[in-house]
């Protein structure tokens, strides 16, 4: 059986190093994304993701499981990135180009173009969304976090991360379709 986030963390707590490694291996790639996503420059994310991690070894003693470790962790990075953003009084930087192919693209070079135009146009939508939408679209395509996970990283209501979440999807949907169109 595989052992839980909160487990592992738990065991991480308590000693157990390894549980460290496994935490990390889980949730580096979508973590790292959604930072990079949050502030648009890969230095400043990779800055950011590893003052994450090392506030969360630091933060590893006081760890008790009242709620899932995902949400613990994505309010952390939530936490870090609007304290960037406060004190680099930032809104929205300008986008460093991130392509990464979708599954599968690597087989004829007509149907990788169409990939990256497609990931370039769903990037330039995410970028154009409003901070609290991106922000919580992010945290559950990225993370996987549900409505109530994402209200607890991020301290806001469920209806409204609802809220979010649908005008997130309906502007990304109308602007992805109407940039496809006009290719």
Do not use: C
């Not at 990075?77 to 929205?92: G, I, S």
């Not at 991130?98 to 169409?114: C, F, I, K, T, V």
């Not at 976090?145 to 649908?166: D, H």
């Amino acid at each position: 059986m595989e052992a839980t986030d909160e487990g592992l963390m738990a065991a991480y707590r308590d000693g157990d190093a390894a549980a460290f490694d496994v935490l990390y291996a889980r949730h580096r790639g979508p973590l790292y994304r959604y930072v990079l996503r949050g502030v648009k420059s890969a230095a400043i994310a990779e800055e950011l993701y590893q003052d994450i991690w090392i506030r969360v070894i630091e933060a590893r003693l006081g760890y008790s499981p009242r709620a899932k470790f995902t949400t613990w962790l994505y309010t952390i990075a939530h936490n870090r990135l609007v304290d960037h953003w406060r004190r680099k009084e930032l809104v929205a930087a300008p986008a460093e180009e991130a392509e990464q192919l979708p599954a599968g693209a690597e087989a004829a070079p007509d149907r990788r173009a169409e990939g990256r135009q497609a990931l370039r146009r769903l990037s330039k939508a995410i970028e154009a969304l409003p901070h609290a939408q991106r922000e919580a679209f992010l945290l559950h395509e990225e993370a996987g976090m549900t409505t109530p996970e994402i209200a607890a990283a991020t301290g806001s209501a469920p209806e409204a991360v609802k809220s979010r979440l649908r005008y997130a999807y309906a502007k990304l949907q109308a602007a992805v379709w109407d940039e496809a169109r006009d290719d």
